[in-house]
């Protein structure tokens, strides 16, 4: 354990045994970030019951979701002036202050407030990993890695509600938070011990204009998507507004980082048409899984009756066939180099399974959904790990930190949409069928709540029909959308360029590996 893990660009080669410990110090921070969310969920009615303030319930989950999405391109432009290793403990330590000061929160505007400080940190977790990974593994040799991180987001998909529900009932929901202390400790001691790059020298300064004018544009985007449809009517004056200021700020921006001497997301990066397609089959992704992972639940627990405790466990076909597919897909790149036929295949099982999960009505068994789950499981097996892949292959080295910032920015981004916009949908969807079933009065009195199985089997008879039915529709219309998206991603990939990935893959007999493909050539130019 005592060997060192140098940048596998430098002078010496990376050790396995070294990189599987930096890894799995690296999948613990990963599960930090994926997992918080899932935990709170679950004992969010726990913290409004002590703490009050009800009305606030939804900024305990904006603030960190802003805080997280407008500090991942600083992170990482950060870790590519400074130096990985020190951006990324920096990161950890100030997720797990925040994550210290939110199990102390006396009152909801506390919490809040230390629920944005956990998110600046979560916003350099993924980023780091992402980032030290494409430092220390050449992306020919990383497909042998994605089914571990395939892995832990499934962990966290799977385990978060358990864990929660869990914590919150036999040790009370501030446990929800400190639990990430020694996870976190462990992470910061593995990290320190054993990561070892290279120092960096800042050649300039931040780009403070820059970062401001991105963190304004991401925070109108991410507040127009959580706001809209719900808070707000679409076209009220704040949502227009929003919209305004986003616009404004993004060609704000997009001047700013032309003249910056250290632009904070360098425009040259999407130069790369490998890297540009990738940034927007990324979104599309993250607008689909996060749908999904959203209406999948709700529709079990409603219309087929299942329970809201194992919640995580409803996902398991997906989950299990995204994390089956994603390590064949990262073996077949390691031993081939290819990975072209991936995102057109991802692309295309991911419409499929989307259409057929529009399909469903009330009389879909579990088994027959369980089906259409794993069929968008594979597609984003193809696609998940394969996106973050081709992307920090198509840049140079010295951008790897923005590259995987931005890429995980682009997927944040289409995840806040598809909630959005779906939701918006389904709620849509929703109160017409009740009303059309059961008048308008009704329909505001049983649609305006989601319910779970136990409360659905306290309604008369005509008003349980009435809501799955509602219900039903609503995910028909969520899923229509989600696959209409997709066939955009499908479509995309097709104009991939395969070029060589850097790094070796298996060397010839008695021979040395091949050596490092250069500077990718992939610009729209050629």
């Given at each position: 354990?005592?060997?060192?893990?140098?940048?596998?660009?430098?002078?010496?080669?990376?050790?396995?045994?070294?990189?599987?410990?930096?890894?799995?110090?690296?999948?613990?921070?990963?599960?930090?970030?994926?997992?918080?969310?899932?935990?709170?969920?679950?004992?969010?009615?726990?913290?409004?019951?002590?703490?009050?303030?009800?009305?606030?319930?939804?900024?305990?989950?904006?603030?960190?979701?802003?805080?997280?999405?407008?500090?991942?391109?600083?992170?990482?432009?950060?870790?590519?002036?400074?130096?990985?290793?020190?951006?990324?403990?920096?990161?950890?330590?100030?997720?797990?202050?925040?994550?210290?000061?939110?199990?102390?929160?006396?009152?909801?505007?506390?919490?809040?407030?230390?629920?944005?400080?956990?998110?600046?940190?979560?916003?350099?977790?993924?980023?780091?990993?992402?980032?030290?990974?494409?430092?220390?593994?050449?992306?020919?040799?990383?497909?042998?890695?994605?089914?571990?991180?395939?892995?832990?987001?499934?962990?966290?998909?799977?385990?978060g509600p358990l864990v929660g529900g869990t914590i919150t009932d036999?040790?009370?929901w501030r446990w929800s938070f400190y639990i990430n202390l020694p996870?976190?400790?462990?992470?910061?001691?593995?990290?320190?011990?054993?990561?070892?790059?290279?120092?960096?020298?800042?050649?300039?300064?931040?780009?403070?204009?820059?970062?401001?004018?991105?963190?304004?544009?991401?925070?109108?985007?991410?507040?127009?998507?959580?706001?809209?449809?719900?808070?707000?009517?679409?076209?009220?004056?704040?949502?227009?507004?929003?919209?305004?200021?986003?616009?404004?700020?993004?060609?704000?921006?997009?001047?700013?980082?032309?003249?910056?001497?250290?632009?904070?997301?360098?425009?040259?990066?999407?130069?790369?048409?490998?890297?540009?397609?990738?940034?927007?089959?990324?979104?599309?992704?993250?607008?689909?899984?996060?749908?999904?992972?959203?209406?999948?639940?709700?529709?079990?627990?409603?219309?087929?009756?299942?329970?809201?405790?194992?919640?995580?466990?409803?996902?398991?076909?997906?989950?299990?066939?995204?994390?089956?597919?994603?390590?064949?897909?990262?073996?077949?790149?390691?031993?081939?180099?290819?990975?072209?036929?991936?995102?057109?295949?991802?692309?295309?099982?991911?419409?499929?399974?989307?259409?057929?999960?529009?399909?469903?009505?009330?009389?879909?068994?579990?088994?027959?959904?369980?089906?259409?789950?794993?069929?968008?499981?594979?597609?984003?097996?193809?696609?998940?790990?394969?996106?973050?892949?081709?992307?920090?292959?198509?840049?140079?080295?010295?951008?790897?930190?923005?590259?995987?910032?931005?890429?995980?920015?682009?997927?944040?981004?289409?995840?806040?949409?598809?909630?959005?916009?779906?939701?918006?949908?389904?709620?849509?969807?929703?109160?017409?069928?009740?009303?059309?079933?059961?008048?308008?009065?009704?329909?505001?009195?049983?649609?305006?709540?989601?319910?779970?199985?136990?409360?659905?089997?306290?309604?008369?008879?005509?008003?349980?029909?009435?809501?799955?039915?509602?219900?039903?529709?609503?995910?028909?219309?969520?899923?229509?959308?989600?696959?209409?998206?997709?066939?955009?991603?499908?479509?995309?990939?097709?104009?991939?360029?395969?070029?060589?990935?850097?790094?070796?893959?298996?060397?010839?007999?008695?021979?040395?590996?091949?050596?490092?493909?250069?500077?990718?050539?992939?610009?729209?130019?050629?």
């Amino acid at each position: 354990m005592a060997e060192n893990i140098t940048k596998a660009a430098g002078a010496e080669e990376v050790k396995p045994r070294s990189v599987r410990v930096v890894l799995m110090a690296l999948m613990i921070a990963m599960l930090l970030a994926m997992l918080d969310n899932m935990i709170i969920g679950t004992a969010m009615p726990t913290i409004v019951g002590e703490l009050g303030g009800l009305e606030h319930l939804s900024w305990v989950v904006t603030a960190y979701t802003l805080a997280t999405a407008a500090s991942t391109p600083i992170w990482g432009k950060i870790g590519d002036m400074y130096g990985r290793k020190g951006s990324f403990l920096t990161s950890i330590i100030i997720f797990l202050i925040g994550s210290a000061l939110s199990g102390m929160a006396q009152d909801m505007g506390q919490l809040i407030g230390f629920r944005a400080v956990q998110g600046l940190g979560a916003g350099g977790l993924m980023v780091g990993v992402m980032a030290i990974i494409g430092d220390l593994i050449p992306p020919r040799e990383r497909g042998k890695y994605q089914g571990m991180m395939a892995g832990v987001m499934a962990l966290a998909m799977i385990g978060g509600p358990l864990v929660g529900g869990t914590i919150t009932d036999h040790m009370g929901w501030r446990w929800s938070f400190y639990i990430n202390l020694p996870l976190g400790a462990v992470a910061l001691a593995m990290v320190t011990a054993v990561l070892h790059l290279p120092k960096k020298k800042a050649q300039g300064k931040i780009d403070y204009l820059g970062a401001a004018l991105l963190t304004i544009a991401i925070t109108s985007t991410v507040l127009v998507t959580t706001w809209g449809g719900t808070e707000y009517a679409w076209g009220s004056a704040e949502i227009i507004g929003l919209i305004v200021v986003g616009v404004l700020s993004v060609a704000a921006f997009l001047y700013a980082e032309t003249k910056a001497a250290e632009p904070v997301m360098p425009l040259h990066i999407f130069r790369s048409r490998n890297f540009t397609l990738m940034s927007v089959i990324g979104f599309l992704v993250g607008f689909a899984m996060f749908g999904g992972v959203l209406y999948l639940p709700l529709f079990q627990q409603s219309v087929q009756g299942a329970s809201a405790t194992n919640s995580g466990l409803l996902l398991l076909p997906m989950l299990l066939s995204m994390m089956a597919v994603s390590l064949v897909a990262g073996r077949i790149t390691t031993s081939s180099g290819k990975y072209k036929v991936f995102p057109i295949a991802g692309g295309a099982l991911m419409v499929v399974g989307l259409f057929l999960l529009a399909t469903m009505d009330t009389g879909t068994t579990r088994l027959v959904s369980g089906l259409y789950m794993a069929v968008l499981g594979a597609g984003l097996g193809f696609l998940m790990q394969i996106t973050m892949l081709v992307a920090q292959n198509s840049v140079e080295m010295k951008d790897m930190g923005v590259a995987s910032s931005s890429a995980t920015l682009f997927r944040t981004l289409g995840g806040s949409f598809g909630v959005a916009l779906m939701g918006s949908l389904f709620t849509s969807r929703v109160t017409d069928t009740m009303s059309e079933r059961l008048g308008p009065e009704a329909a505001r009195s049983a649609g305006s709540a989601q319910l779970d199985a136990a409360s659905l089997a306290k309604l008369p008879e005509a008003v349980r029909d009435a809501y799955q039915h509602a219900v039903a529709a609503g995910t028909h219309s969520a899923f229509l959308l989600g696959a209409a998206v997709a066939v955009v991603g499908f479509v995309l990939a097709w104009f991939v360029k395969e070029v060589p990935l850097r790094g070796a893959g298996p060397a010839p007999a008695g021979g040395e590996p091949a050596k490092a493909a250069q500077a990718p050539q992939d610009t729209f130019a050629h």
